[in-house]
């Protein structure tokens, strides 16, 4: 590792091409691109089926949270060895992370239920019991 010593400086010019082709230039950027792509992006929206729209790009705070709460889940159901992870496809117990992920989860849904009909509370409240109740027969499972 060299050592810039005193009264020397060195200069860099820092160019970013990537993406750009051998030997081609990056244009500087056109305001009517910008319109041109929130048009494309509105136009590929509008061809979308509403609830994938929405798990793609959401509109709300609870639909991010409702989200959260499902991945939650899947990381807990992944980390008490019930099912293979969506990363590696192998089954392991983690049942810490998998307690950590159903607290969090809980922590959500504290704050979902006041905006959620009965319905889904019922149904969220059925989520995070089946996840306890699991993790403590998965838990003794394993101790035994």
Do not use: Y
Not at 9 to 29: H, I, L, T
Not at 43 to 61: D, F, I, M, Y
Not at 62 to 85: D, F, K, T, Y
Request: charged fraction near 30%; hydrophobic fraction near 40%; avoid cysteine.
């Amino acid at each position: 590792m060299s050592e810039n010593k005193p009264g020397s400086e060195e200069e860099f010019e820092v160019v970013d091409r990537r993406g750009a082709a051998k030997g081609e230039q990056e244009e500087p950027a056109d305001p009517g691109d910008a319109e041109a792509a929130a048009q494309a992006a509105k136009e590929a929206a509008e061809e979308l089926p509403p609830e994938l729209l929405e798990v793609l790009a959401p509109s709300s705070v609870e639909s991010v949270l409702h989200g959260a709460i499902g991945n939650l889940g899947r990381l807990a159901w992944e980390h008490m060895g019930l099912v293979a992870s969506a990363r590696t496809g192998e089954i392991a117990t983690d049942f810490a992370g998998a307690r950590r992920a159903i607290d969090a989860a809980e922590e959500i849904a504290k704050l979902l239920r006041p905006s959620m009909p009965p319905e889904g509370v019922r149904n969220l409240d059925t989520l995070l019991s089946d996840l306890k109740v699991n993790l403590v027969k998965q838990e003794q499972k394993a101790s035994s």
